[in-house]
């Protein structure tokens, strides 16, 4: 975490002391792009977590991982990719969502499709930052370019599991 | 003593910030937290209500610093170099290039997607901005150790990183195939909002 840290806060300086070393209007034009971003993003940011929260808390997980066990196969890789669209929030609530599957018994591919989902699309994201920050048409093109990856995701981790229960069976 | 220029500036960034789908995301919270409250009862909702607040004030420092590297890399960027690297003839190259920044590019969605809008300014290849954003999305680096690890394990955590690897790269090529029109807020903006974008095309004609 700290290291993380270090970098979000240390960036900032290093990059701010090299644009006011310039001595020109560098500094002050990134600034300007600075404010003018925080004051589109804040308020909305503001109401779409508190949204967000209230949200998360009436997803019915304990319903849903009954669902999502190895048994249920493409299925289960269906119902996880769904939940994960349908998490608006952080990795605080996902992956705590995620644990709980996980701790229910759900099957890697299912919980490899939830992630993949929920981190593609977290509907938050693209309310706070996308649509104002890059527009609706490249929300639509970056969509219908992804929108198949996290049953692609869990395809994929099937096969590999299965792969190596029969390498590992004979 | 505010200047008519600084002035126009100011009001433009509240009504910006304060725009109509402010309003509606507003309500929608509000008719969440109704919701929430009537069938969850008080508590929940007392206690929903207390880590959304708590979550973003902690945020707020760290949208600040993001939004300022973000704001810094967008003057500071050498354009033309930039978009030989990922711009529209980068090829394969270009959105191997682009994945590879995503999963190392630290911090939440406060620093990429500010970032991916400077890409988009700086003429960056549709394949390569959703390749970006895709990798940062599914095999952020930061986001792995600090939540995937220590939730999932290492085991998992490994898995998924390498069965996901590929998919920024096919998000890429799916999205230089689609025959979608993309244009981007940065460029839509033909008479600048503000004083600041005003000298940047300024200054960027007098570079050249």
């Known amino acids: 975490m700290s290291v993380g840290m270090a970098i979000i806060y240390g960036a900032p300086i290093v990059l701010a002391s090299y644009a006011l070393s310039r001595r020109d209007d560098t500094f002050r034009r990134g600034m300007t792009r600075a404010v003018e971003q925080f004051a589109m993003l804040v308020p909305r940011m503001f109401c779409a977590l508190v949204a967000a929260g209230f949200v998360a808390k009436l997803i019915p997980t304990e319903f849903i991982s009954r669902f999502l066990g190895d048994e249920a196969g493409i299925t289960a890789i269906f119902i996880g990719t769904v939940t994960g669209l349908a998490i608006p929030s952080g990795p605080v609530v996902a992956f705590s969502i995620a644990a709980t599957f996980a701790k229910a018994g759900a099957a890697d591919s299912a919980l490899i499709a939830f992630i993949t989902a929920w981190t593609i699309f977290a509907f938050h994201r693209v309310i706070i930052y996308e649509i104002p920050l890059l527009g609706v048409s490249f929300l639509r093109l970056r969509l219908s370019s992804v929108f198949l990856l996290p049953i692609l995701a869990g395809l994929m981790t099937m096969g590999v599991t299965r792969a190596w229960e029969w390498v590992s069976v004979s | ?208």
Not at chain 2, 11 to 23: D, E
Not at chain 2, 75 to 96: M, T, W
């Open chain 2, 1 to 208: 003593m505010i200047s008519e220029a600084n002035r126009q500036w100011l009001l433009k960034l509240l009504t910006n910030g304060f725009g109509k789908s402010f309003w509606w995301f507003l309500a929608f919270a509000i008719v969440m937290g109704i919701v929430c409250h009537q069938l969850l009862g008080p508590e929940e909702f007392q206690a929903a209500l207390r880590e959304d607040l708590e979550l973003v004030t902690g945020m707020l420092p760290r949208v600040i610093a993001a939004l300022t590297v973000a704001g810094m890399v967008w003057v500071l960027l050498p354009r033309d170099q930039f978009s030989r690297l990922i711009g529209k003839e980068s090829g394969f190259r270009g959105l191997v290039i682009a994945t590879a920044a995503g999963v190392v590019t630290p911090g939440g969605p406060a620093s990429a997607y500010p970032l991916l809008a400077v890409m988009g300014g700086a003429g960056a290849d549709r394949g390569a901005l959703v390749a970006y954003i895709t990798s940062w999305a599914i095999l952020g680096m930061q986001r792995i150790l600090v939540w995937d690890l220590p939730f999932m394990g290492a085991e998992f955590s490994l898995m998924r990183f390498l069965i996901c690897l590929p998919l920024p790269i096919l998000a890429g090529l799916i999205a230089r195939w689609l025959p979608l029109s993309l244009s981007l807020v940065e460029e839509r903006q033909p008479q600048p909002l503000s004083k600041g974008a005003a000298s940047d095309a300024q200054s960027e004609g007098e570079r050249k």
